[in-house]
């Protein structure tokens, strides 16, 4: 057997045991990152309970319509604009209590005119479990957000996300059921 002969051969059978491996891989699920899974509670009236947290240096990217005294980050960002001053976003690694990076979360500040349209919207990218999506109108009271809808393990979830602030950071918690 020639050279040319066996260095196919052998790209045959790397080339099957590449394609092999690559089914294997795929049909596998992954197995989740140490500390990821859900870290929830049950309050009194039965509904789940998750908190999550966004650490200042967790900011992955924020970015206003030059009204808020934001600095955008990372330098060079571009600004975004609403229908009104007060517009901004920010997307920032997303932890769970034991402060295992768990996902990514965003948070989009629209101040409107029609204080019944959102105002503050939250989408939470959750490894392995799927993303969460809330909103809260502008004339709300305290920071809230009814859950809108979500996929995965959220495609049923009912409930509510609050918001608070820490310093340049947020505490978020979530508070519902459906969670599959």
């Not at 929830?40 to 206003?64: L, Y």
């Not at 980050?73 to 009104?84: L, S, Y």
């Not at 859950?147 to 609050?162: H, M, P, S």
Request: glycine letters at 14%; a positive charge.
């Amino acid at each position: 057997m020639g050279r040319a002969a066996t260095g196919l051969r052998y790209g045959l059978g790397g080339a099957a045991v590449g394609a092999l491996a690559m089914v294997v891989v795929l049909a596998i699920p992954p197995v989740d990152p140490p500390g990821a899974a859900a870290i929830r509670t049950r309050a009194a009236d039965g509904h789940f309970v998750e908190r999550f947290e966004i650490r200042p240096a967790d900011i992955i990217a924020h970015t206003s319509d030059g009204s808020l005294g934001v600095q955008p980050f990372p330098m060079g960002i571009e600004p975004v604009g609403g229908p009104a001053a007060g517009s901004s976003v920010l997307t920032a690694k997303l932890r769970n209590t034991s402060g295992t990076v768990i996902g990514v979360a965003s948070r989009y500040t629209l101040t409107t005119d029609n204080p019944d349209r959102p105002d503050r919207l939250w989408t939470l990218v959750i490894t392995r479990r799927g993303t969460l999506a809330t909103n809260c109108p502008a004339d709300a009271a305290v920071a809230c957000g009814s859950v809108l809808g979500g996929t995965g393990t959220f495609a049923v979830f009912r409930g509510r996300l609050e918001e608070t602030a820490r310093g340049a950071g947020y505490a978020l918690t979530l508070t519902g059921t459906g969670e599959r």
